[in-house]
């Protein structure tokens, strides 16, 4: 099966030549680009023309919404369908049905939704929810139950813990159905996905804890009679030679300020979020002594997660070494790669020039885009010559 390739469009505070985070991560300073629709209209139209298939847009108080955000970049973009982070239990699960049957049926079929349950119950209190978290995981499971109750025509009552509806039925069915992109590493994330997740996400851990991970849902998913997908979301940094790549990386570390650091990870630290734990041990906290300190496995560099909350590691290295990551992540089980750069303009043109070229040539991905018409390098030059005109 054909890999699967996603991008990210930086509506949590701008983008820029520098890690940008948002929320507790640093904004992008003077020199960054404003993730208004002109700038994120281009990072758009660069993903789809370099052959990703999706876009993610976060979600949380410092981010634009991403329900509003995507809808406007439909409309400025063509192929490029929205993998759109939302929070099950801050609008109701009809209207939020609702909402996607909108957006499905108005784009042609450009809606993936990416469940975010909420990792900091602080952040989550400035929505007015008050659960704690294995409340919000609870919620959650009523949330998905009752809407995909919704997608399949029923007429759904449902009296629960958390939420409740009667004699709810949803004529803006989506068409197709909108798959159900998951992430958490707690227990109890993990008995949700297992239950309503097309695509399980973790964020970029060595191979080893990747592979431990996908065991585990998978053991979960079987108990519910039910198969799961797998993804991962990661940076790159992926330039012609490996010198160039680990070049710009030590570039952004150069770049971050240490009491940054220490500001920010005092900041992550406070995150109910077991994955956000786990990013914060592969960092460490620290810059090292050099950009290569921070290199947990062949390629993969944690230095992004020193002031970026959420996905803190990349894949650094030649075009062809970070083909060579990417199937060693493909082999244990991993179908879905959900990228970003700094910038995300250029990184787009990066990977999409330089990665997936290799990747098609070693089978593991195929290009859907249409084909475009290329005019001939040299104009006039047939096969008899090139010709004079006068």
Request: glycine fraction near 12%; proline fraction near 5%.
């Amino acid at each position: 099966m054909s890999l699967k390739f996603h991008w990210f469009l930086p509506t949590n505070g701008g983008d820029g030549r520098q890690v940008v985070g948002g929320g507790h991560g640093v904004n992008p300073g003077a020199a960054g680009r404003p993730g208004d629709v002109a700038y994120l209209t281009q990072v758009a139209r660069a993903a789809e023309d370099n052959g990703f298939e999706a876009a993610l847009t976060p979600t949380g108080a410092w981010c634009e919404d991403a329900w509003l955000s995507t809808a406007m970049l439909s409309q400025t973009s063509e192929r490029l369908k929205f993998l759109v982070a939302f929070r099950p239990g801050l609008v109701s699960p009809y209207v939020a049905a609702q909402m996607a049957g909108t957006f499905q049926n108005l784009t042609g079929g450009r809606l993936l939704l990416n469940v975010v349950t909420g990792g900091e119950s602080h952040e989550q209190r400035m929505f007015g929810d008050f659960l704690d978290k294995d409340g919000r995981y609870a919620r959650c499971d009523e949330f998905l139950t009752i809407v995909r109750r919704l997608w399949a025509g029923e007429t759904v009552d449902h009296d629960g813990e958390h939420l409740r509806v009667e004699n709810a039925r949803l004529d803006q069915i989506p068409n197709p159905l909108p798959e159900i992109y998951f992430g958490g590493s707690s227990p109890a994330a993990g008995r949700v996905a297992a239950k309503h997740a097309d695509v399980y996400l973790t964020w970029g851990e060595p191979p080893e804890a990747v592979a431990k991970k996908i065991e585990w849902i998978r053991g979960l998913a079987a108990e519910e009679g039910r198969e799961v997908r797998f993804g991962i979301r990661m940076h790159t940094i992926t330039r012609d030679t490996s010198e160039e790549a680990w070049a710009e990386a030590q570039r952004l570390l150069d770049q971050i300020d240490p009491a940054m650091i220490e500001k920010v990870q005092s900041g992550l630290k406070r995150s109910e979020s077991e994955g956000q734990r786990r990013m914060l041990e592969l960092n460490r906290g620290a810059k090292g002594d050099d950009v290569h300190s921070l290199e947990i496995h062949p390629n993969v560099w944690a230095g992004v997660g020193l002031v970026r909350g959420g996905a803190g590691t990349a894949l650094v290295g030649s075009h062809t070494e970070v083909a060579d990551r990417i199937e060693e992540y493909a082999d244990l089980g991993i179908d879905e790669f959900v990228l970003s750069a700094y910038p995300h303009l250029e990184g787009a043109y990066w990977f999409g020039e330089g990665v997936l070229p290799v990747l098609a040539e070693r089978g593991r991905w195929k290009d859907a885009r249409p084909e475009r018409h290329r005019n001939a390098a040299v104009p006039f030059a047939g096969a008899d010559g090139p010709r004079t005109v006068s």
